[in-house]
């Protein structure tokens, strides 16, 4: 981060500590429809269009480390394989043969010279292409050519495979926007996977996520952990395109900043992080269901995966420098995924609470605050992925949140100016 982008950030902090009120122009956000968390209706459209359409995290190198290895993926709700070819590139396929749909790996990892379905062996190379079959001469004029698996689109940043089931997506660079540039500092392309876990939830996925896109709940869910770690009325929140977002809130003065953001048994270090991630909670959430906190120590995403209107899937990511001989960090979890650690226990015990109550009669809709603009951002940009007309009228979001609001546009900065 360039020094005149952390002084901008400073002073920012000063302006939402001292404001008195949402910034002059922004706007009033309405209610976001309770429907949204409950309904059949929307629950089929999120599936039909969001994770159909979005970049999403599938896995890691170090999971695929040489070629023939592969992994996988259904995460998403699609038979996915993901497999390191010679090339050295990494590809994704559907897990479905092309002869009878039968998957053509069943182990959930491994490594293999071909990929060969079990059912009538046909094999394909690490490129998806047909390379053999069974008893060729009893198919006529088979084009092998045409019979390939099915590929899906498959693209890293650094060390982190990302796949995107819409042929017509843009590229995940494009996707991400400038949020691939501020992310260049913590050297996804050196990370490390240290640990990677699932644990399921009783509540919509989004009641889960949105408990980490605020700090508005922080002084009453976690009054002894994050609190006294982060200073929440000098939080900024960052809107980008596409409903990414990020949020950044310095440590309250007089904390011990190392014990802010440093994992309990040390490790190295990012050398490249710049002060903001040293000395601030600086979170990134990045549509449609990432949550991170980034710093020099770890880059530990929190993945939220629907499972069901009512249930959902919290998979928690530790990527770290190279530890050595010394013990696998883990931002998360005890005992190498035994539990979810205090912090997420806080924020995901309450979630079952909240399911039940936007399940009742009483429940109509959330009017959210300026400090959860993130929230309603969020929703602006699924409605626009989905198509707005395709949303029935009364679970639709207003698109009241405009451009001049949307990064690179900021304007606070005009404020703050004119305030002196």
């Not at 890293?156 to 494009?174: C, K, M, Q, S, W």
């Amino acid at each position: 981060m360039k020094p005149e982008e952390i002084e901008t950030l400073r002073n920012l902090m000063e302006y939402e500590a001292g404001r008195k009120a949402p910034p002059e122009g922004f706007p009033t956000l309405p209610d976001i429809p309770g429907g949204r968390y409950t309904d059949p209706r929307f629950f089929a459209l999120e599936q039909e269009h969001i994770w159909r359409k979005s970049w999403l995290l599938a896995g890691h190198t170090d999971e695929v480390p040489e070629p023939g290895c592969f992994r996988l993926w259904e995460t998403a709700g699609q038979p996915v394989v993901i497999v390191h070819a010679d090339s050295g590139d990494i590809n994704a396929f559907y897990n479905t043969c092309s002869h009878r749909g039968a998957p053509v790996v069943t182990d959930p990892s491994g490594k293999r010279p071909r990929l060969t379905c079990k059912y009538h062996g046909w094999s394909y190379s690490h490129d998806g292409d047909l390379v053999a079959l069974r008893d060729p001469e009893d198919f006529r004029g088979l084009d092998y050519s045409c019979r390939g698996l099915t590929k899906i689109r498959c693209e890293r940043f650094g060390n982190l495979i990302f796949v995107n089931f819409d042929d017509h997506a843009p590229t995940l660079r494009e996707w991400l926007g400038p949020v691939a540039e501020e992310w260049e500092e913590f050297q996804f392309d050196k990370c490390r996977l240290a640990a990677r876990h699932i644990f399921d939830l009783n509540c919509n996925w989004k009641i889960a996520m949105e408990a980490n896109t605020e700090v508005y709940h922080v002084r009453s869910i976690h009054p002894k952990t994050v609190s006294p770690m982060l200073d929440d009325r000098r939080n900024v929140n960052t809107l980008y395109p596409n409903g990414h977002g990020r949020m950044v809130a310095p440590v309250p003065k007089g904390s011990n900043v190392l014990a802010a953001v440093a994992l309990p048994h040390g490790g190295n270090e990012f050398e490249t992080v710049g002060e903001i991630a040293r000395t601030c909670t600086q979170s990134y959430g990045v549509f449609p269901n990432w949550v991170s906190p980034l710093n020099h120590r770890t880059l530990p995403p929190l993945l939220f995966w629907p499972n069901g209107i009512d249930k959902c899937r919290l998979e928690t990511w530790t990527l770290a420098p190279d530890w050595g001989d010394g013990p696998k960090p883990d931002m998360w979890t005890v005992n190498d995924g035994e539990s979810l650690n205090a912090v997420l226990l806080e924020d995901t015990e309450f979630g079952e609470w909240i399911q039940k109550s936007v399940q009742s009669y009483g429940f109509k809709g959330v009017p959210l605050s300026y400090q959860e603009a993130r929230i309603y951002h969020w929703n602006q940009a699924a409605d626009r992925m989905i198509g707005i007309d395709r949303i029935p009228e009364e679970l639709r979001v207003a698109q009241v949140i405009g451009d001049e609001w949307i990064y690179p546009n900021d304007p606070r900065l005009d404020l703050m100016q004119s305030a002196g």
